[in-house]
């Protein structure tokens, strides 16, 4: 012990003599990060057992706000399922969707403007384009769904897509799958064009006889790295829905039946500045998201080593 | 014998090609138009007189296009205290000294990580910005907009910046690019007597050039888009940004006035951002092959 300490010390100042100028290049990078990154997530953590308003300072309540949350906030509860729902369909949805789409594109002459089409979405503002939207569900026989609905015969009477409790989700999901070609599409794309060709030689040689094997034998786990970006990304955008709720059915919505963890979130932080029960739920989203990323990396890893 | 073998070889042949069949082309152009749909529809209703936007039954295309709804965006914001342009300086100065300072810094702390792997700590840093990469920004929100608030910076230019300069992805980006390059190429510098500042500045910044134009695109126009940052970080309306502004004339979500206003508004913060991806696409797809984790 009285000797590791030195030692330890002595190692720092090699690593700084030696690196120092690499140290310093990477200073103000650090400084925000640890400002605006490290120190919110700290301070989340800490906030998330007191009580706070912004008006007094904080008070220590223990674990009152996630006894709140769990046992008494049935609206929580709802969030939770919305955003499950939400997760569990268009996570592995989106993904499928991009990989299939960035394949397929592979394949066509002319990429640059399929990419481009697929990839327009993700370039507009989700307020900009969600005023569009709008009119695709108006409520009224002035929608344009409505009224393509109505003209073959399938409807009768214009549904109500913004302020039906059965109706709220799926246009939410409809709307976020149709801006989910973001950068795990164009990962993916990249990607593909960088599987050498050799490998496919290579398959054909050793009994590949159709496409099909060849995008699992080959093609997948060439591609482990860029499938791996895209899955953390998919965790995170899904547990993470709230602008195109909000856009289009509000916070609250009606019934809460868009209400999601981020909804939750923003509702009693921002709205009703209630920081301490915010910052609780920020916790939980971040261990959820968290938990899940590593169990994709651990995932990911295994394949490898058993390949 | 070999007949069989001739025959395999042929559909080996067919498969080392990788084209697409005409039945593929066909169900991706739909596809491709159904995505576009939205995006055809904003531009088209940005040109509409107001008798063709509310029409029944309802039109997708203009008939008789127009610019009024252009100079109705102009009116209605003159209603406003602040005039459009401020809204528009707002976005883009923002949004490119957002780009402009993250790039910078990304690279810079990404080189040594990148080149420099035994540099005790690299590791452990490297881990710590791939665990950053899985949470969503609105966790730290509140606490980042109380820190904001104790550096006395809401309502100020640096509170919208300074908050999203040191991004976990632009970093990750920087860095798995960096690393194919080759460190001879560092060390022949080196026994030239070149530092290690000149060394970053004029070998390695100008070789990794498709990585940072592919950052500043996407810092550009994350932030251009970005709602919720000077949503919270503002109080004044001088200080707002064109999001802010399209939800002023609009009249909040649900809600449909000002329809034509709104549709050229929305075109207005869209144009630049699809010209910007199509006019640089060529350097994102070189880059985005290097953002894969590597578990």
Known sequence: ?307 | MATIASRRRGRYIQLIKRTASPGQYVIMTFLALVTMLPIVYMVSTAFKPLEEMFLYPPRFLVRHPTLRNFAELLMAIDSFTVPVARYLFNSLLIASVTATGSVILSSLAAYPLAKYPRMPGAKLYFTMIISALMFAPEVTQIPRYLIVDRLNLIDTYFGMILPVLAGSYGLFLMKQFMEQLPVELIEAAKVDGASEWRIFWQIIMPLVRPAWITLIIFSFIGTWNDFFTPLIFTRSEQMKTLPLMMSNIGGGPGVVARWGAVAAASMMMTLPTLIIFVLLQHYVMETMAYSGIKS
């Open chain 1, 1 to 307: 012990m009285a000797q590791a300490l030195p030692n330890r010390w002595n190692a720092v100042k090699r690593a700084w003599r030696e690196y120092r100028t690499m140290y310093l290049f990477m200073l103000p990078f650090t400084i925000l990060f640890i400002i605006f990154v490290i120190a919110p997530v700290i301070t989340a953590i800490y906030l998330s057992f007191t009580y706070y308003n912004m008006l007094e300072p904080p008070r220590w309540i223990g674990l009152s706000n996630y006894r709140l949350l769990f046992l008494e906030d049935d609206i929580f509860l709802t969030a939770i399922k919305n955003t499950l729902i939400f997760a569990v369909i268009t996570g592995p949805l989106s993904y499928m969707i991009s990989f299939t789409l960035a394949w397929l594109i592979n394949r066509l002459r002319m990429r640059q403007v399929y990419t481009l089409a697929f990839y327009a979405p993700s370039l507009t503002s989700g307020i900009a384009i969600s005023v569009m939207w709008l009119y695709f569900f108006a409520n009224d026989r002035y929608g344009l769904i409505n009224f393509t609905l109505f003209n073959l015969g399938i409807i009768t009477e214009p549904i109500a897509w913004l302020q039906e409790q059965a109706t709220i989700m799926p246009v939410i999901i409809i709307i976020s799958l149709w801006m989910s070609m973001g950068t795990s599409f164009l990962v993916f794309l990249a990607g593909l064009q960088s599987v050498p060709a050799e490998l496919y030689e290579a398959g054909l040689v050793d009994g590949i006889s159709n496409s099909l094997q060849e995008v699992f034998y080959i093609t997948l786990p060439v591609m482990k790295p860029q499938l791996l970006f895209g899955a953390v990304m998919a965790i995170v955008n899904s547990f993470a829905v709230f602008q195109v709720a909000a856009q289009v059915a509000g916070v609250p919505s009606p019934l809460y039946a868009g209400h999601t963890i981020v909804a939750h979130l923003y509702m009693h932080g921002f709205i009703q500045f209630e920081m301490g029960y915010a910052a609780s739920i920020a916790v939980i989203l971040f261990m959820i998201t968290f938990i899940l990323g590593r169990v994709s990396i651990r995932l990911f890893s295994e394949k490898g080593a058993s390949s």
